[in-house]
T-cell receptor, first 114, second 116 residues
Framework: DVKVTQSSRYLVKRTGEKVFLECVQD?????MFWYRQDPGLGLRLIYF???????EKGDIPEGYSVSREKKERFSLILESASTNQTSMYLC?????????????FGPGTRLTVT | QQQVKQSPQSLIVQKGGISIINCAYE??????FPWYQQFPGKGPALLIA???DVSEKKEGRFTISFNKSAKQFSLHIMDSQPGDSATYFC???????????????WGLGTSLAVNP
C-alpha cells in the first residue's frame, strides 16, 4: 500500500513563528502536493511538485513556500505564521503520467496558530 | 472555466436509502472524473473514477453516472450504510500544457450522514 506520512497530527504555533510541515511518501511517486482544508472551502492547492527541486504555485501560495530536495520528501514552510493559517494541512502524492490523477493523501496536520 | 460545482453541501439519508451527490463542470478539456471519500481524522481516498468515454461505472454499491452533453456527473450510493458517513469530494482532471502533467480541480465536498 502507498503510504504518505506527515510529521505531526497536531501542531500549535505562535504568530510570527516559522513552521515546517514535513511529508514523506514511500512509493517513489513523481508528484507531491500540499493542500489546506477548511470547512466549506474544500481542498485548496497551495503548492505542488512534479520533480525533485521543482515546485509550482497552486491556487493559494501566499504566505507559504515549499522544498523538495529528495523525491520522497516534500516540505511546506510557513515563513511567519499568522492566525489565518490555522487549518488542516494535507499532503498527497501521485505517480507520473497516466496515474497522476490518483492522489494518495496523508492523514493531515491540524495546525493552530495563536 | 476551471470550476467544479458540487451539490448538496450536506446530505442526510436513512440506512438502506440511496445517496446522490451531483457535480457540474464547464471545461470540456477535463478527461478524468474521480470521487474521493474522507472519513473524520483521515485524508481523502480515491473511491471510484470515470473517463468521459463511459456513461456509467459501478463498483459494488457505488456508481458514477456521467452525462457528457450536460457536463454533469454524479455519485450514487445504493443501500447506504452508517459506515458510508463521510465527506465526499468530486474532482475533474485535465492535462496541463507543459510536460504532460495532470491536475485535479476539486468540488467543495458533501458531508453525508447515514442514519441507522
Amino acid at each position: 500500500d502507498v503510504k504518505v506520512t506527515q510529521s505531526s497530527r497536531y501542531l500549535v504555533k505562535r504568530t510570527g513563528e516559522k513552521v515546517f510541515l514535513e511529508c514523506v511518501q514511500d512509493m517513489d511517486h513523481e508528484n507531491m502536493f500540499w493542500y489546506r482544508q477548511d470547512p466549506g472551502l474544500g481542498l485548496r492547492l497551495i503548492y505542488f511538485s512534479y520533480d525533485v527541486k521543482m515546485k509550482e504555485k497552486g491556487d493559494i501560495p501566499e504566505g507559504y513556500s515549499v522544498s523538495r530536495e529528495k523525491k520522497e520528501r516534500f516540505s511546506l514552510i510557513l515563513e511567519s505564521a499568522s492566525t489565518n493559517q490555522t487549518s488542516m494541512y494535507l499532503c498527497a502524492s501521485s505517480p507520473g503520467n497516466a496515474g497522476a490523477y490518483e492522489q494518495y493523501f496523508g492523514p493531515g496536520t491540524r495546525l493552530t496558530v495563536t | 472555466q476551471q470550476q467544479v460545482k458540487q451539490s448538496p453541501q450536506s446530505l442526510i439519508v436513512q440506512k438502506g436509502g440511496i445517496s446522490i451527490i451531483n457535480c457540474a463542470y464547464e471545461n470540456t478539456a477535463f478527461d478524468y472524473f474521480p470521487w474521493y471519500q474522507q472519513f473524520p481524522g483521515k485524508g481523502p481516498a480515491l473511491l471510484i473514477a470515470i473517463r468521459p468515454d463511459v456513461s456509467e461505472k459501478k463498483e459494488g454499491r457505488f456508481t458514477i453516472s456521467f452525462n457528457k452533453s450536460a457536463k454533469q456527473f454524479s455519485l450514487h450510493i445504493m443501500d447506504s450504510q452508517p459506515g458510508d458517513s463521510a465527506t465526499y469530494f468530486c474532482a475533474a482532471g485535465y492535462i496541463r500544457n507543459a510536460g504532460n502533467n495532470r491536475k485535479l480541480i476539486w468540488g467543495l465536498g458533501t458531508s453525508l450522514a447515514v442514519n441507522p
